[in-house]
């Protein structure tokens, strides 16, 4: 599917440049230990008080987040921290959500993270990063991301990796970058095990095994990680770090494919234009190339202009075509700065 020479994607998994929050659970999520990174940390809660943030969560889930917010936010004013995070995630998920939404949610974080709730230290510095609510702190978010992570909680522990990696509100440093997102990974948090994956097969700030970089984007990958199932999918295609095996490389490049991963859709693409490793099919090769095309990956849409302005892949000569996707290759090259 790809040349040996280019195993090495042109994809990275980027620091983000963002605080990534836990986001509003699937109930039941009141817990005392978090199963994960996108549950609920809470202390033992009344079972009346626990009915009602389930429900509230329920609401939540329904898309009904007003009524849910209503709900959750008596059992948070009464000091409960549990429905204080739950309402500061719900006012952050409000759909036209306000710089007032923000600074109660921020309100509602402050609360629990003083009480020693690992989820609303993260989530609280992830507000300062973005500068939702409060103003942008990176000394804040990460006296916050430190806490967490030192609780345990995977989630931060990824974040404050971000934090070393780029620099933000602490002098650059790679090696507590990898650290944290060692310890994150070991925590069982997708992302970072996707990243440690790439760090590893690229030797970057560590020796390049391809491996171990094969177990990490295996445990990524089985998380529903696209990243992941992308390079497990490079990997297994060219038999590094792991024994080739074309039809496994397939099945976890479709799955990354199937949440729009651009690569992974080029790839079938040229895979399925060109029967390598699978049965040629036109069809299936033009709906990967239009899927990673959509987005934004260049190679993609010169290929969509190319067939339509020639008439391959089974299609006819398609001038109208073939001058949209012309017009989107321009405006795309454009937003990514290049003449």
């Known amino acids: 599917m790809t040349p040996a020479g280019r195993l090495v994607a042109a994809a990275t998994l980027a620091l983000a440049t963002t605080g990534i929050h836990a986001q509003v659970p699937n109930p039941p999520q009141v817990a005392a230990t978090p199963p994960d990174a996108r549950a609920v940390s809470s202390a033992p809660t009344p079972g009346s008080e626990r009915e009602i ?11 009904k987040l007003q009524d849910a917010l209503a709900l959750v936010r008596p059992v948070a004013t009464r000091g409960n921290n549990d429905a ?4 500061g995630q719900i006012l952050e998920s409000l759909p036209a959500a306000t710089s007032g939404n923000y600074r109660e949610a921020a309100i509602w974080y402050l609360r629990a993270a003083t009480a020693g709730m690992p989820v609303a230290m993260n989530n609280l510095a992830a507000l300062h990063v973005d500068g939702k609510g409060v103003p942008v702190d990176y000394g804040v978010a990460r006296h916050w991301y430190q806490k967490a992570a030192d609780a345990g909680y995977a989630l931060a522990q990824y974040n404050l990796a971000l934090m070393h990696g780029r620099g933000r509100g602490i002098p650059q440093n790679d090696k507590l970058m990898l650290q944290w997102l060692q310890r994150a990974a070991a925590s069982g948090h997708a992302r970072a095990q996707a990243q440690l994956g790439r760090l590893y097969l690229d030797g970057d700030g560590i020796a390049a095994n391809p491996a171990i970089a094969a177990e990490w984007f295996r445990k990524a990958a089985q998380q529903g990680d696209a990243q992941g199932q992308y390079f497990l999918g490079l990997l297994l295609q060219h038999g590094a770090g792991l024994p080739r095996d074309l039809d496994e490389a397939r099945t976890w490049l479709t799955r990354a494919a199937a949440q729009g991963h651009p690569i992974a859709n080029w790839e079938l693409a040229r895979a399925y234009e060109t029967g390598i490793g699978v049965p040629a099919d ?9 899927a990673a095309a959509v987005s934004n990956h260049i190679e993609a849409i010169q290929r969509m202009q190319q067939i339509y302005r020639d008439g391959e892949l089974g299609q006819p000569v398609d001038t109208a ?8 290759l321009r405006v795309t090259l454009g937003s990514k700065g290049k003449p």
């Open 282 to 290: 036109n069809q299936l090769a033009l709906k990967f190339y239009e």
């Open 53 to 63: 943030i389930n429900s509230a969560l329920k609401l939540a889930q329904a898309g």
């Open 321 to 328: 075509m073939a001058a949209y996707w012309s017009l989107k």
């Open 84 to 87: 204080a995070i739950v309402a």
